[in-house]
């Protein structure tokens, strides 16, 4: 088992910046990548970004490119999204996740855990 907590969120104005976390623990070895997905009212959850264990590759949504920085810390099993010029349209719950499977980063289905998530609230 994995075990995933996220922080991080929290109310920021359009154009500011916020940084999130995540904290892996349990089988963390077993984990071969991590990714962030986000929800917002209404609507269904969807991929955001993600990352391989080793940080060689990175995937991002095309809405995020630019803005948003995923990046990994293994030695404390963390990754972090660094989201910068805010919008209010990222207005949302984002969630930490984790897969041990090699398939393909930018869909829920290879992601067997996941966090709580923690609310992102952009105001314009």
């Known amino acids: 088992q994995v075990q995933l907590v996220e922080s991080g969120g929290g109310l920021v104005q359009a154009g500011g910046s916020l940084r999130l976390s995540c904290a892996a623990s349990?089988?963390?070895?077993?984990?071969?990548?991590m990714g962030w997905f986000r929800q917002a009212p209404g609507k269904e959850r969807v991929f955001v970004a993600a990352?391989?264990?080793?940080?060689?590759?990175?995937y991002y949504t095309d809405s995020v490119k630019g803005r948003f920085t995923i990046s990994g810390d293994n030695a404390k099993s963390t990754v972090y999204l660094q989201m910068n010029s805010l919008k209010p349209d990222d207005t949302a719950i984002y969630y930490c996740?984790?897969?041990?499977?090699?398939?393909?980063?930018?869909?829920?289905?290879?992601?067997?855990?996941w966090g709580q998530g923690t609310q992102v609230t952009v105001s314009s």
């Open positions: 996740a984790a897969s041990t499977m090699n398939v393909n980063p930018t869909t829920e289905n290879g992601y067997g855990y």
């Open positions: 990352i391989t264990r080793s940080g060689g590759s990175t």
């Open positions: 349990g089988r963390t070895f077993s984990v071969n990548r």
